[in-house]
């Protein structure tokens, strides 16, 4: 059973950093691409950030290039979103999942239940 689980959420200070991390099971690391997205309230989900199977390629949204850093560890299964220099806009619900290369939410077939990132003082 293929399952994706987002953990290292929280509450920071603008200016802050956190660390998401991303544990992936059920499927080899070299099966998916993992995308990050994010849900503000009120507001459509949009991708964020993407890694490919082999951390061959990446990409990033234009409003968090420079702050946000994707990588991945294949032999823990696990991929991360460490995120820098964070601001109240970041504010949202993470989710990864697995799926094709891309920030299109169409793409991806496994998501997790989120992780609720805030960004406040």
């Known amino acids: 059973q293929v399952q994706v689980v987002e953990s290292g959420g929280g509450l920071v200070q603008p200016g802050g950093s956190l660390r998401l991390s991303c544990a992936a099971s059920?499927?080899?690391?070299?099966?998916?691409?993992i995308g990050w997205f994010r849900q503000a309230p009120g507001k459509e989900p949009e991708g964020v950030s993407c890694i490919s199977t082999s951390a061959g390629s990446t990409y990033y949204r234009d409003s968090v290039k420079c702050r946000f850093t994707i990588s991945r560890d294949n032999a823990k299964n696990t991929v991360y979103l460490q995120m820098n220099s964070l601001k109240p806009e970041d504010t949202a619900v993470y989710y990864c999942?697995?799926?094709?290369?891309?920030?299109?939410?169409?793409?991806?077939?496994?998501w997790g239940q989120g992780t609720q990132v805030t960004v406040s003082s």
């Open positions: 999942a697995a799926g094709v290369y891309g920030l299109t939410t169409g793409i991806y077939d496994y």
């Open positions: 059920g499927f080899t690391s070299d099966t998916y691409a």
